[in-house]
């Protein structure tokens, strides 16, 4: 089978597992031959902060201005928190497809079935092949 891969290859400190970035595709085929696949994503959510409603920078509570630009400090000011670093680890077993949401670096998967369906899966982005030594 011919696999598209790119130069990306990530490992784990021990050396015992490598993620080698596959494009979708190549992922989508690997996955129904058996092998590990895990996405990696970016997640957005917004959280209430002690802050300066102008910078939406979190402050003190002990200040009641902001240093930079002087406004009144509130509190619940929304702030978006971006995680870069949420995983998902898939794998094709008996006709289902099954989950993980650990670090494929540094955690052994907790398998469950996915709810998620393949079209889905072939829309994300920073897949890799999980590779065991």
């Known amino acids: 089978m011919q696999v598209n891969i790119a130069a990306s290859i990530l490992r784990s400190t021990d ?6 970035k596959v494009v979708t595709r ?10 590990v696949i895990a ?3 970016r997640s957005e959510e917004e959280e209430d902060i002690w802050g300066c409603p102008n910078c939406v920078t ?14 009144m400090l509130k509190s619940n000011v929304p702030k978006t928190v971006i995680d870069d670093n949420k995983w998902i ?7 289902q497809l099954y989950e993980s949401t ?5 955690q052994f998967p907790n ?8 079209n ?3 829309k994300l982005h920073h897949m890799y092949y999980v590779k065991e030594k």
């Open 15 to 20: 050396n015992k597992i490598e993620l080698v």
């Open 26 to 35: 190549s992922a989508f085929d690997l996955l129904l031959n058996g092998h």
């Open 39 to 41: 996405a990696r994503f």
């Open 58 to 71: 979190a402050r003190p509570s002990s200040h009641k201005f902001c240093f930079e630009c002087g406004s």
């Open 89 to 95: 680890i898939l794998r094709w077993h008996g006709g």
């Open 102 to 106: 650990t670090n494929p670096l540094y």
């Open 111 to 118: 398998w469950s079935k996915t709810k998620m369906h393949l």
């Open 120 to 122: 889905y899966f072939m």
